[in-house]
């Protein structure tokens, strides 16, 4: 006999403000959905880092090395003026953890949730792809002649023959019908050649999908016009970031887009709301939790549970529908009430 499969670990991460209000939503929705996994909670958060100094201390950071998957909630503080905190916690898990695919889909659940004016072009169901591990964010660069009329800033934008083929390659294995690359070739010469080179040989390798290339000044004025031309986008790390934020608001604001990070190969994956800690309403029942259980959805559907990722999908856009929502989204539910009514149409 085989033995019985191990429960699932899930390292819940809420972290600061708004975060440690939506992630305990996103874990009752799992739970009501049936989700039989060991929820694991760690004491990762401002407080933590201002006594300690450490953004993950070593204990944690080997369970969380070894957690099937991670959900996380949003990481920020007004009291701690530092990157070294943002860094040391979730860029260091998405580059250390190398969760190369960072995942930006953008649905629209309900007609009046857009700002578009033109009914046809408001059926957005897009996915942005943002490579996850480069770019920008590597932290590489300096500060010279520093606080004098004669500073120079230099912030380094690296991309590597691996990590822009690998990501590239991973959009072209999940569309079914076009990828867009996006990038900013025409000024940015040396990376967008990279980019391009790339970009055109792994197509190759995908002749049943069609391809377009747009500049990301023009993928943003696209994504205005009509969102409902794209399926796959791929994009760098800071394109991505910017461009999720405006198909956010395309399909309702920044409270309800989901994402994750992931590495297809290894399998390691953390699941996030696209919004940060939102420290202005935080605390008062205000934050929309629907980011962080679509991205709960996300991760079920990651861990191989398709049918219980789509019943969570499908409960939240009924109680999106009846407007059992936050106020952001015209509604009147608290945070935990709008966790209650997505719950209770997955137990009903
Ligand atoms: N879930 C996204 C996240 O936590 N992003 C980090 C971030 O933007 N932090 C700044 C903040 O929340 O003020």
Redesign the pocket.
């Known amino acids: 006999m085989r033995p019985a499969r191990a429960r699932r670990h899930i390292a819940v991460l809420p ?5 440690k209000e939506v992630v305990p939503e996103a874990v009752k929705v799992m739970k009501a959905a049936g989700a039989d996994y060991d929820f694991q909670e760690y004491d990762v958060n401002a407080d933590q880092y201002m006594r300690t100094g450490e953004p993950i201390p070593a204990q944690i950071w080997s369970d969380l090395e070894k957690a099937d998957s991670i959900l ?7 009291r701690v003026n530092d990157a070294a905190y ?1 860094a040391g ?2 860029l260091r898990l998405r580059f250390e953890l190398d969760l190369y695919v960072n995942l930006r889909p953008a649905k629209l659940y309900d007609d009046r949730l857009s700002p578009l004016r033109k009914e046809e072009r408001r059926k957005i169901d897009l996915l942005i792809l943002r490579e996850n591990t480069e770019g920008l964010y590597v932290g590489m660069g300096g500060r010279f002649k520093k606080g004098t009329e004669e500073e120079v800033a230099i912030q380094e934008d690296v991309n590597t023959y691996l990590g822009v083929t690998r990501i590239i390659d991973y959009a072209f294995k999940v569309a079914e019908r076009e990828v867009v690359m996006v990038d900013k070739s025409n000024a940015m010469t040396y990376a967008g050649a990279l980019w391009q080179e790339r970009w055109k040989e792994v197509a190759r390798r995908y002749p049943h999908i069609k391809t377009r290339h747009l500049y990301v000044d023009a993928a943003a004025m696209q994504l205005v016009r009509d969102p409902t031309q794209f399926e796959v986008i791929v994009t760098g790390n800071l394109f991505g970031d910017i461009l999720s934020d405006l198909t956010a608001e395309l399909i309702g604001g920044m409270g309800i887009a989901p ?1 994750g990070n992931v590495n297809p190969e290894t399998k390691r994956g953390l699941f ?8 202005d309403i935080a605390g008062k029942g205000l934050v929309n939790p629907i ?1 962080a259980i679509l991205s709960a959805s996300m991760m079920v559907r990651h861990l191989g549970q398709q049918e219980m990722a789509s019943a969570i999908e499908g409960a939240v856009e009924s109680a999106l529908r009846a407007g059992e929502c936050t106020r952001d989204l015209g509604g009147s539910l608290s945070t935990s009430e709008v966790g209650d009514a997505v719950a209770k149409r997955l137990r009903d």
């Open positions: 972290c600061d403000g708004a975060g996380f909630g949003a990481v920020g503080d007004p943002l916690v979730l994402s996030e709301p696209v919004h940060g800690t939102a420290p980011g």
